[in-house]
C-alpha cells in the first residue's frame, strides 16, 4: 500500500493560441507552479478489482469512469502495468476549482505505476492528447514549468516568481464550455507576449494579461465577475486556468 500527495496547481501565466485547420485541441503556453499546501490524498494498493473511490466533503462517490480509471488504463494498455488496484481519494482540491485536481490524481497515479515497474518513457504528447493537457506537467514533478505546445512540451522554469494567494470562490468552472467559447469567438487574438512576460515576473504590472481565458471564464460563469472585481481592489488578481479560483499576487515578495 502507498499513500501518495497530489498538488495543485497554478497557472501565472496562460496564453491560448486560436485553433489550426486539423487541430483538436488548442496550443497553449503557461507558467504552471505546484501549489503544495493544497493537495489531494491518494491511498493506492492491490486489489481483486480496478476501483477508484473519493471522499468529498464526508461524502462518498465511486466513480467507473474518472481520470484515475482512464490513466490506469492508459498504463495497461502503453505499458503493461497491473489494472487491479483500489483507490482512495481524499478530496481536498475542489472540483471544477481551474487548479488541476483530476489531472493530478491522474498524474500522481501514473507516477506511482511507472515507478514499481520497468517500463519506457512516458509519451507526453500522446497523455496530453488522450488524457489531459494538465497531466505531463504534473506528471515531471517540477515546482516551477514552462509548459507548451498541447500541454505537451514541459521544461523547468528556474527563475523568481511572484508570492500569491490563492482565493477559492467555490464556483465550479466548465472548462469544454468556457474553450467552447473561446473557439466560437472569431476576433479572439491572445494579447500575452509569453517569453517577455516570464522574464519579468518579478516586476508585474496590472496592465499585463496572465488568462486569454478570464473574459470566457466571465461569459460562461458570470456570477464570478462580481467576485474578481472585488478581488482586484486588494491588488493584481486573475484566474488561474479555467477558473474558478482567483490567484492574486503579493506586491513586494518573491518566491524563488
Same mark, same amino acid.
Given at each position: 500500500?502507498?499513500?501518495?500527495?497530489?498538488?495543485?496547481?497554478?497557472?501565472?501565466?496562460?496564453?491560448?493560441?486560436?485553433?489550426?485547420?486539423?487541430? #483538436?485541441?488548442?496550443?497553449?503556453?503557461?507558467?504552471?507552479?505546484?501549489?503544495?499546501?493544497l493537495y489531494d490524498e491518494i491511498t493506492i494498493k492491490p486489489s481483486s478489482k480496478?476501483?477508484?473511490?473519493? $471522499?468529498?466533503? #464526508?461524502?462518498? $462517490?465511486?466513480?467507473?469512469?474518472? &481520470?484515475?480509471?482512464?490513466?490506469? !488504463?492508459?498504463?495497461?494498455?502503453?505499458?503493461? =502495468?497491473?489494472?487491479?488496484?483500489?483507490?482512495?481519494?481524499?478530496? &481536498?482540491?475542489? !472540483?471544477?476549482?481551474?487548479?488541476?485536481?483530476?489531472?493530478?490524481?491522474?498524474?500522481?497515479?501514473?507516477?506511482?505505476?511507472?515507478?514499481? &515497474?520497468?517500463?519506457?518513457?512516458?509519451?507526453? %504528447?500522446?497523455?496530453a492528447m488522450n488524457l489531459g493537457s494538465d497531466i505531463p506537467f504534473f506528471l515531471?514533478?517540477?515546482?516551477?514549468? /514552462?509548459?507548451?505546445? $498541447?500541454?505537451?512540451?514541459?521544461?523547468?522554469?528556474?527563475?523568481?516568481?511572484?508570492?500569491?494567494?490563492?482565493?477559492?470562490?467555490?464556483?465550479?468552472?466548465?472548462?469544454?464550455?468556457?474553450?467552447?467559447?473561446?473557439?466560437?469567438?472569431? =476576433?479572439?487574438?491572445? %494579447?500575452?507576449?509569453?517569453?517577455? /512576460?516570464?522574464?519579468? /515576473?518579478? #516586476?508585474?504590472?496590472?496592465?499585463?494579461?496572465? #488568462?486569454? !481565458?478570464?473574459?470566457?471564464?466571465?461569459?460562461?460563469?458570470p456570477q464570478l465577475q462580481k467576485t474578481l472585481t472585488k478581488t482586484k481592489q486588494?491588488?493584481?488578481?486573475?484566474?488561474?486556468?479555467?477558473?474558478?479560483?482567483?490567484?492574486? !499576487?503579493?506586491?513586494?515578495?518573491?518566491?524563488?
Amino acid at each position: 500500500m502507498a499513500k501518495l500527495k497530489a498538488y495543485s496547481k497554478v497557472n501565472l501565466i496562460l496564453k491560448v493560441h486560436p485553433k489550426k485547420t486539423g487541430e #483538436n485541441k488548442h496550443r497553449i503556453e503557461s507558467l504552471m507552479v505546484l501549489h503544495k499546501p493544497l493537495y489531494d490524498e491518494i491511498t493506492i494498493k492491490p486489489s481483486s478489482k480496478l476501483s477508484v473511490t473519493y $471522499y468529498v466533503d #464526508n461524502k462518498i $462517490y465511486r466513480i467507473k469512469k474518472c &481520470n484515475i480509471t482512464k490513466a490506469i !488504463l492508459y498504463m495497461r494498455d502503453k505499458h503493461g =502495468c497491473p489494472v487491479k488496484w483500489s483507490v482512495v481519494v481524499n478530496k &481536498n482540491i475542489p !472540483l471544477q476549482s481551474g487548479l488541476g485536481g483530476s489531472s493530478t490524481d491522474a498524474a500522481c497515479v501514473m507516477n506511482y505505476l511507472h515507478s514499481i &515497474n520497468k517500463h519506457s518513457p512516458l509519451d507526453y %504528447q500522446d497523455i496530453a492528447m488522450n488524457l489531459g493537457s494538465d497531466i505531463p506537467f504534473f506528471l515531471s514533478k517540477y515546482d516551477k514549468a /514552462l509548459v507548451k505546445g $498541447y500541454g505537451n512540451v514541459v521544461s523547468q522554469y528556474k527563475k523568481a516568481t511572484p508570492n500569491y494567494k490563492v482565493i477559492i470562490t467555490n464556483a465550479p468552472s466548465n472548462t469544454k464550455q468556457i474553450y467552447s467559447a473561446l473557439t466560437k469567438d472569431k =476576433c479572439f487574438h491572445s %494579447q500575452i507576449q509569453f517569453m517577455k /512576460l516570464t522574464g519579468s /515576473l518579478a #516586476n508585474l504590472t496590472s496592465k499585463q494579461i496572465y #488568462n486569454d !481565458l478570464e473574459k470566457y471564464v466571465i461569459q460562461v460563469h458570470p456570477q464570478l465577475q462580481k467576485t474578481l472585481t472585488k478581488t482586484k481592489q486588494g491588488g493584481i488578481c486573475f484566474f488561474s486556468g479555467s477558473g474558478g479560483s482567483i490567484i492574486q !499576487l503579493q506586491n513586494g515578495k518573491n518566491i524563488s
